[in-house]
């Protein structure tokens, strides 16, 4: 059973705006910092940012900087990315994740513990 589960993905042109959510089966999930990563075709997984588990830090990749926004809403076991000015390299699934004992944001993959399935995002030009 996924403990974390994305939603928002899809076809979108590029330009468009786009938000993804990603829910916690259990609010102990949420509790630590979180991250959205993304893979895109025959490439590594890469970090897209990461909030804090009060949610007033963040990081940022530096391509998606000033076009994405991560928050998260803790009472509802969410976490969001707001995703605006698509590009065509903006292309991936998207992933959620959490650190499970991080307070503080990171990029780095292997601080991450959980993680969610997977959401298509397909930018067209």
């Known amino acids: 059973q996924e403990q974390l589960v994305e939603s928002g993905g899809g076809l979108v042109q590029a330009g468009a705006s786009l938000n993804l959510s990603c829910v916690a089966d259990?609010?102990?999930?949420?509790?630590?910092?979180m991250g959205w990563f993304r893979q895109s075709p025959g490439k590594e997984r890469e970090f897209v940012a990461s909030?804090?588990?009060?949610?007033?830090?963040?990081e940022y990749e530096d391509s998606v900087k000033g076009r994405f926004t991560i928050s998260r809403d803790r009472s509802r076991s969410m976490m969001f990315l707001r995703m605006n000015s698509f590009e065509p390299e903006d292309t991936a699934v998207y992933y959620c994740?959490?650190?499970?004992?991080?307070?503080?944001?990171?990029?780095?993959?292997?601080?991450?513990?959980?993680w969610g399935q997977g959401s298509q995002v397909t930018v067209t030009s």
């Open positions: 909030i804090s588990s009060t949610g007033d830090m963040a």
């Open positions: 259990e609010s102990i999930l949420v509790l630590h910092a």
């Open positions: 994740a959490t650190t499970g004992r991080r307070l503080l944001a990171s990029p780095r993959q292997k601080d991450y513990d959980n």
